[in-house]
């Protein structure tokens, strides 16, 4: 090796995340990354890696697509190369955004060929379902035919960091050739370990996905030379989340002491909650007045935790009930729907009292690309045959799917029914057997019933690719 080599590892930048519906949030995760870019530039380094998760959802808009490669345009005029893979958050069916960004010539997607930067090679790894992480082909990576070091780079939870889906000793043992350093990306918390002679490690996310990523966000800057691999964490100044804990010990006095723990904080501009605590949870509050009470001392978002424990009588109370459980009952119309897997897992999720509101979105968005990535859609959607005789539809079912057993074919049926606006039609029923007399005037009736017919109206044409 003739020189130190220099890279930034960061990932998980997330773009476009609007968290807790805010526009402020959604720029602060922007900023973020813009900030590690800044570095990279300043610092003069040579080439940034990017371990997934560009972007918080398979479907960005337009406006992140294009302040992302506003970004990438800056490197590349300080011609530094951006080395990338997908994550699971951003990844898609076939092509992906990543692929969009190295057309344009502003990134380069890592894959089984290494990308040889000087005698240092760069192999990337997708993020994997984990329902096909057993079947993954190792065979298919080229060895580089000269390399001082290798870097393999990866969007997964792996053990012994984290409890991990893949283990980190087996994907170094399964690659034909040795690797040097493993740069992840999908856990959000900083880590770094030796597994043998191997640096393991994650750089965290640019920014904090929930109250729980209390650490300071960071990257990483691996620097190789002759003497070797050297890691250091760069942190990254990002909004504060502050928690605010109040203990009820006088319930007439709970919105004097909840006023009181704000004023004693300086709260503008920051992501505030307060925690409830103590013993009685029979005080009824309102979550409402307290976050009015946050956002009229500028707090960004205001948030209430209520962490108040169940009292033992409470527990032990048994509650009869003398109408007919509602729960039931929408099981019941839900059976009667015959919704697809699909459309059963949005109805657990939208009526799961334990999912805050503010994350539905985000867990229907994620579990429903974890179902579409178990499923094969290479294999051809088993065809039913109709029986020889139609009948019109009712006004309940007009226009419904035909439901396959095929759960592929059931989730498509689900998004066609909800997006797709198809115009009515009819069946015309075979004409009965008719006598002689009279058959002029059916003829004319007829024919007047047609003139009067309505015309149907184009419908609106959507695009599916959208909605997966």
Known sequence: MDREIKIIHTGDT??????????VRRQDFLQAFSTVIDDAIKMKVDAVVHAGDLFDSRTPSLEDILDTMKLF???????IPLLAIVGNHESK?????????ESMELAIRLGTVPYMLEDVAFYGIDSVPRSKIPLFDFS????????????LVMHQLMSP?????????????????HVDVMLLGDYHKCEKITVGDTWVTYCGSTERNSLAEEEKRSYNIVTISEKGIDISRKMIITREFLRIPVTIKDPAKIYEDILSAVKEQDVKGKVVFVEISGDDDSV????????????????????VRDLRKVTEDLLGQSVSISFYDPDE???NEIKNMHLSEGGLLMDEIVRDLSLPKTKVSDETENRLGNLLDKMDFSKPIPFEPVNEKISLPSSETENEPILSSSPEANVINEIEKSVINVPETKVLEPE??????????????HAEKKQKAPTHAKPKQYNLGDYF
């Open 73 to 79: 345009s800056r490197l590349k005029e300080a011609d």
């Open 329 to 331: 009952a929408i099981k």
């Open 161 to 177: 960091i984290t409890v991990g889906e893949w283990d980190c000793a087996s994907v170094i043992g399964s690659i034909p050739f």
């Open 93 to 101: 069916q076939s092509t992906q955004w990543l692929d969009l960004f």
């Open 284 to 303: 009824s509050i309102s979550y409402a007045e307290i976050e009015e009470m946050l956002l009229s001392r500028n707090v960004l978002v205001p948030g």
């Open 432 to 445: 009965k057997e008719q006598d002689t007399v009279g058959a002029e005037t059916q003829n004319e009736k």
């Open 14 to 23: 997330h773009i476009g995340y609007r968290q807790y519906h805010s526009d």
């Open 140 to 151: 298919t990576f080229k060895e580089p035919l000269d390399s001082s070091y290798n870097i």
